[in-house]
Nanobody, 116 residues
Framework: HVQLVESGGDLVQPGESLTLSCAAS????????MAWFRQAPGKEREGVAR????????YYTDSVKGRFTISRDNAKNTVYLQMNSMKSEDSGVYSC??????????WGQGTQVTVS
């Protein structure tokens, strides 16, 4: 069993920055990838960024490339999402996920990000 706890959601103005954290606990052994997803009201959940926890390789959806950075601290089982130059369309509930080979089986409860 794995638990994920997100933190850092807040209300920010357009152009500002925000950093989200996600701490994983429990049986994280052999979980080799983590990711951030977001869901805006009335929209489907979308993948924002993902990271291979071993190699550190990262992938981003086009709308956040150059603005968001995903990183991880393996010693702390924590993944971060640094968000810069934020836009109103970045608003939503951000959830982190952990899995194996890009199949994500465990999710956090989410943290609200509002850009207004």
């Amino acid at each position: 069993h794995v638990q994920l706890v997100e933190s850092g959601g807040d209300l920010v103005q357009p152009g500002e920055s925000l950093t989200l954290s996600c701490a994983a606990s429990g049986y994280t052994y052999n979980r080799n990838c983590m990711a951030w997803f977001r869901q805006a009201p009335g929209k489907e959940r979308e993948g924002v960024a993902r990271i291979a926890t071993g190699s550190g390789n990262t992938y981003y959806t086009d709308s956040v490339k150059g603005r968001f950075t995903i990183s991880r601290d393996n010693a702390k089982n924590t993944v971060y999402l640094q968000m810069n130059s934020m836009k109103s369309e970045d608003s939503g509930v951000y959830s982190c996920a952990i899995g194996d080979s890009w199949a994500f089986g465990y999710w956090g409860q989410g943290t609200q990000v509002t850009v207004s």
